[in-house]
C-alpha cells in the first residue's frame, strides 16, 4: 500500500512540475522589441524554438508598425 501511494504521488509531483518548466516568451511590442529588450529576452530564454519564435514575433510586430507609418508625398509637378 505505502509504495503505491509513493508512486501515486511522485506521479503527482511530477505532473505538476512539468508545467513549471515551460518559460513564456514575452508578449511583442515597442517595449520588448527594443533593441536592448529584445537581446536581453534572447539571452533570458532557453529554447531555441522559443528564442526562433520571439525573433519572428518582433519582426512581423515591426514590419506592422512601419506599414502604420505614413508619410504624405506629394505627386511630381505635370509639365503639359
Given amino acids: ?3 503505491t501511494l509513493f508512486i501515486l504521488v511522485t506521479a ?3 505532473a505538476l512540475l512539468a508545467g513549471c518548466e515551460q518559460e513564456r516568451m514575452p508578449e511583442p511590442n515597442a517595449a520588448t522589441c527594443a533593441p536592448d529588450a529584445f537581446q536581453a529576452a534572447l539571452n533570458e530564454m532557453r529554447s531555441e524554438a522559443n528564442r ?11 514590419k506592422a508598425k512601419q506599414m502604420r507609418q505614413w508619410e504624405f508625398k506629394p505627386s511630381p509637378k505635370d509639365n503639359y
Fill in 1 to 3: 500500500m505505502k509504495k
Fill in 52 to 62: 526562433a519564435g520571439f525573433t519572428e514575433e518582433c519582426r512581423a510586430f515591426q
Fill in 12 to 14: 503527482v509531483a511530477v
